[in-house]
């Protein structure tokens, strides 16, 4: 699937933003970069790999400084928990010297695991599904949120409680067309009935988006994770549903193996795998309200198919 990006019209030239990142990652490698690669995956900034020799910088820029703000802090914080999360080399928001604001970091080895997921046996998935989940728990120590959901840590999160966070995941207005105005009226039926879990969630932090992405993965082994302008307050569930969806949509059904690891060593109750269904059938609605048409029949099928199965686990 493809995902919009903010800055996909970019305020200069390609060719002149790729001389600046050359020049800013030939600041770190020591010598003019033998290649530099613009990262296809990820949807909050423009990235590019940077290669000289053996050695890779990773640069990410936006046009809004204020994207970065909270990005180092939230590193050092999750650095400072054990995570594996990459060193960043500098930053300037000042957009001074280039009509953007940027960050350069220390480059993981490996690819995310949307890309190495299929390669992976059963007994690296449950490895890997151990390690993300204690992530995950160690991150949830941290102080309760000032709020609920997107924010950097320590934070004020923008809602005021889950629930609200939940109910605007969905378009206010359904969609017109089917199976999406028919999903739209089950999954806002489901939050109602799941209201009273809804409303008593905690504002926990956890991290939302190392899901198929931003988990580096090489030999079926993490390496690290990456990307982290923000955190979730709220329900660590819901990372698991947007995973799943992002399994489904750019793996396969198959691999729903590491889902399902996820959720064995979570230790869910029964309520919750309802509630981790229902999170599983919104993202994957979501999807398939941003698809461009570039898709084809058989990711149309097999997304439709798992949307009803989510549903139908989740008491619709």
Not at 38 to 44: A, D, L, S, V
Not at 185 to 202: A, F, G, N, Q
Request: net charge negative; aromatic share 10%; glycine share 8%.
């Amino acid at each position: 699937m493809r995902y919009s990006n903010p800055m996909s019209d970019p305020i200069i030239s390609d060719a002149d933003e790729e001389n600046a990142v050359r020049r800013i990652a030939g600041g770190f490698l020591g010598v003019e970069p033998e290649t530099v690669e613009r990262m296809t995956f990820g949807h909050r900034s423009r990235t590019y790999q940077a290669t000289a020799s053996e050695q890779s910088v990773i640069v990410r820029i936006n046009a809004k400084p204020e994207t970065f703000v909270t990005t180092a802090a939230n590193i050092g914080t999750l650095n400072g928990l054990g995570l594996p999360v990459p060193q960043v080399l500098a930053s300037d928001f000042t957009l001074r010297e280039y009509p953007f604001a940027y960050m350069a970091l220390k480059s993981i080895p490996g690819r995310d695991l949307r890309y190495e997921l299929g390669s992976m046996n059963r007994s690296q998935m449950t490895t890997l599904a151990e390690q993300l989940t204690d992530y995950q728990k160690r991150v949830g120590t941290l102080p309760r949120g000032k709020g609920f959901g997107y924010a950097g840590i320590g934070e004020s999160a923008p809602h005021q409680s889950w629930i609200d966070v939940i109910a605007g995941e969905l378009p206010e207005n359904p969609p017109i067309a089917e199976p999406l105005r028919t999903w739209h009226s089950i999954l806002t039926s489901l939050i109602r009935k799941h209201e009273k879990y809804l409303r008593s969630v905690p504002a926990t932090c956890f991290l939302d988006d190392i899901t198929v992405k931003n988990v580096i993965v090489k030999d079926g082994i993490l390496q690290g994770l990456i990307d982290f302008d923000c955190v979730c307050y709220g329900d660590p569930l819901w990372w698991i549903g947007l995973t799943a969806a992002g399994i489904v949509s750019d793996v396969g059904s198959a691999e729903l193996f590491y889902i399902n690891e996820l959720c064995r060593i979570y230790g869910l109750t029964d309520e919750q795998r309802q509630i981790a269904a229902l999170y599983c059938a919104m993202h994957a609605f979501s999807f398939v309200g941003r698809a461009d048409g570039s898709e084809n029949e058989d990711w149309r099928e097999r997304i439709r198919g798992h949307v009803e199965e989510w549903i139908e686990e989740a008491g619709g």
